[in-house]
């Protein structure tokens, strides 16, 4: 991978804080640039390439529990954030109208996950 790929990257995993408890992590969304949905392979990736910088954090803030392009699916990055060890922040969007499918996706996870998460 190219130095121009390895600095967009830096760049889209925004460090943030939660300042209430000072949890570090990176901002991941849903999607590319150009609206393609983020797959389990690119969360994956992501997340095993944040770990690696050194001093990095081990959180990542999701700011959906909704895969991108579908009503009240899963997001696909909760698989790899357990293979990753990596510590979810799970955000809600509430976006066409309301928060109910974000709910429901947020329920269809713990079914799935439960503990793991």
């Not at 408890?21 to 983020?38: C, E, M, R, V």
């Not at 997340?47 to 959180?59: D, K, T």
């Amino acid at each position: 991978m190219g130095i121009l790929a390895h600095l967009l990257l830096l760049l889209s995993l925004q460090a943030t804080a939660s300042l209430a408890d000072g949890i570090l992590g990176f901002n991941y969304g849903s999607h590319w640039s150009n609206g393609t949905a983020k797959t389990a392979s690119d969360f994956q990736r992501q997340f095993e390439r944040a770990r690696a910088v050194r001093g990095s954090p081990s959180h990542a803030r999701l700011f959906t529990t909704v895969q991108h392009g579908t009503a009240d699916d899963v997001i696909a990055a909760l698989q790899p954030a357990i293979d990753t060890q990596t510590k979810l922040l799970l955000g809600l969007w509430p976006y066409q109208g309301g928060i109910e499918h974000e709910l429901i996706a947020l329920n269809r996870a713990l079914d799935l996950y439960g503990q793991a998460l």
